[in-house]
């Protein structure tokens, strides 16, 4: 599917502004007008219904649906008779969004995740009509805010910006369980990571998620795929590979520093977890 047309944030937003858009279409949307464009849109389904197409794809949307179009990717739209779409434009790179703890925000990780990007004619969420309104609120108080000159406006824009997100991942988290179960073992993940050269215990880890041994051992499994200990063993081993390429360390030290008791069992781990010995791997992999 080829775009007829580069819909760009310049048409949109002046240049010096924040980079962030409301754009509305009530009644009859252009039908296959395909097209992509150079800025990330979150699209709102106000009323109505209508074909949403992406590249090969079709989905049949309607009021609640929440659509995310990533810069590049070429889409259109068909049977928009009657729908109402409301169209939250941005500059992923150009927003100063601080980070804090927004990866625990599954919508923002979606939006701002430079890894992988979401390319599909589905949805992303829907809400009901309560929390269409509530959000679609928010939005006309973020577009009041951008047509209007007042001392701060811009610092208001993206602390509503901030709260639209937000508003739409705490949702979404309660759609899918398994965001929430993630955010609940987040604590001991988080340890894991800073804390693997130390000893770390189950008791220590369910501690920290305040849970019982049995409870978090139940919830860090439907999370992660895998029982606490062997998760950390993996965290472990994949800070063993690194040091093996990037540093001359012996495979004793490389052990104590990254959470094993004897370079014995290191080497036993290694194996059986990728089939060759450290030194072998390092061998293979060092760089020179």
């Not at 739409?168 to 309660?174: C, K, M, N, T, V």
């Not at 978090?216 to 200990?229: E, K, S, V």
């Amino acid at each position: 599917m080829k775009a007829e047309y580069l819909s760009e944030l310049s048409f949109y937003i002046p240049e010096g502004k924040l980079p962030v858009s409301v754009s509305a279409v009530y009644g009859d949307h252009p039908q296959k007008l395909f097209h992509d464009h150079n800025y990330t849109e979150l699209v709102f389904v106000a009323s109505g219904q209508l074909i949403h197409i992406v590249e090969n794809e079709f989905c049949k949307v309607s009021a609640g649906d929440v659509l995310l179009i990533h810069p590049g990717t070429v889409h259109g739209y068909d049977r928009t008779a009657g729908a109402d779409i409301v169209n939250l434009i941005f500059d992923t790179k150009k927003l100063p969004m601080p980070q804090l703890d927004s990866g625990e925000l599954s919508i923002f990780k979606e939006i701002f995740s430079p890894d992988k990007k979401y390319v599909s004619a589905r949805p992303v969420l829907h809400l009901e009509p309560d929390e269409l309104s509530g959000v679609i609120a928010l939005i006309t108080a973020l577009d009041d805010e951008l047509k209007n000159i007042h001392p701060g406006s811009m610092f208001f824009t993206l602390a509503l910006f901030m709260q639209i997100l937000t508003r739409i991942s705490r949702l979404s988290s309660i759609r899918h369980p398994g965001q929430r179960v993630r955010f609940l073992v987040g604590n001991a993940l988080n340890y894991m990571n800073n804390h693997y050269p130390e000893k770390i215990t189950l008791a220590k880890l369910a501690k920290l998620s305040c849970m019982s041994e049995r409870s978090f051992q139940r919830h860090f499994q439907q999370a992660l795929g895998a029982a606490p200990m062997d998760h950390l063993l993996k965290i472990r081993l994949r800070h063993v590979q690194n040091l093996l390429i990037t540093s001359d360390m012996e495979i004793g030290t490389i052990a104590l520093n990254c959470g094993f008791y004897d370079s014995n069992y290191l080497c036993k781990k290694f194996k059986e977890n990728f089939r060759v010995t450290p030194s072998q791997f390092r061998n293979r992999n060092k760089v020179r």
